[in-house]
């Protein structure tokens, strides 16, 4: 399974951009690149995915690097509310069913 | 609304008794997953199923056990040969409309006393 590397804590001030970088220098072609976010005692919210080129939606934009062994989940403009822990997670695909394999994700902190 | 369901939300167990926490999704999901998180860790897969009638282990599936009578249903026993049962669960499914995206319930914690 490819590995993900993640910042334990990131620190971000309210209505700044928040850039959350990950490692995935293991993986291959066929793997997509998930983003995940948990507040305390919740259940896992889905942000966003990605496989080779950039993405958007209203909650957030993925930039991948063209070698694709890394990324960055950018928030444009943080708010508290954000302030959660951000699991960068690869896909792994198997002929019996898919399924994702969590790291240790980062803390981040929206500062007022 | 459509959604992941789990119950209980809390749980208390004595220590050598099985219990089985719910999960039902209404969203018509092929696949549904059992997670385990314990506190300040990131989450680890036990089980998971991609059609009715059939499951695989994950990473951490000694001591549960699942069935997947159902496509909506997904239920998780946690047996008493699980030594250190005290943790936060997640159910979890994917498929239909949703694709490749795995969408989570709000998860059930289970105390063992």
């Known amino acids: 399974d490819a590995k993900t590397t993640q910042p334990t804590s990131m620190d971000c001030a309210e209505g700044r951009a928040a850039n959350l970088p990950c490692n995935h220098s293991?993986?291959?072609?066929?793997?997509?690149v998930y983003w995940y976010r948990q507040i305390h005692s919740q259940g896992p919210q889905y942000i966003i995915h990605?496989?080779?080129n950039n993405e958007t939606n209203e909650m957030a934009s993925l930039i991948i690097t063209e070698d694709r062994k890394s990324s960055t989940l950018i928030l444009p403009h943080a708010t508290l509310r954000d302030t959660a822990v951000y699991y960068c997670?690869?896909?792994?695909?198997?002929?019996?069913?898919?399924?994702?394999?969590f790291g240790e994700g980062t803390q981040l902190t929206v500062n007022p | 609304d459509g959604g992941i369901t789990q119950s209980p939300k809390y749980l208390f167990r004595k220590e050598g008794q099985n219990v089985t926490l719910s999960c039902e999704q209404n969203?018509?999901?092929?696949?549904m997953y059992w997670y385990r998180q314990d506190p300040g860790q990131g989450l680890r897969l036990i089980y998971y199923?991609?059609?009715?009638?059939?499951?695989q282990k994950g990473d951490i599936a000694e001591g549960y056990s699942v069935s997947r009578e159902k496509k909506e249903s997904f239920p998780l026993t946690v047996t008493s040969a699980q030594k250190n049962p005290t943790a936060f669960y997640l159910c979890?499914?994917?498929?239909?409309?949703?694709?490749?995206?795995?969408?989570f319930g709000e998860g059930s914690w289970l105390t063992v006393v």
């Open positions: 199923s991609q059609i009715v009638n059939d499951f």
């Open positions: 293991t993986i291959s072609g066929n793997e997509y």
């Open positions: 969203l018509n999901h092929d696949a």
């Open positions: 990605g496989l080779k």
């Open positions: 997670i690869v896909r792994v695909v198997e002929t019996s069913g898919s399924r994702l394999t």
């Open positions: 979890a499914s994917s498929g239909g409309r949703s694709g490749n995206t795995i969408y």
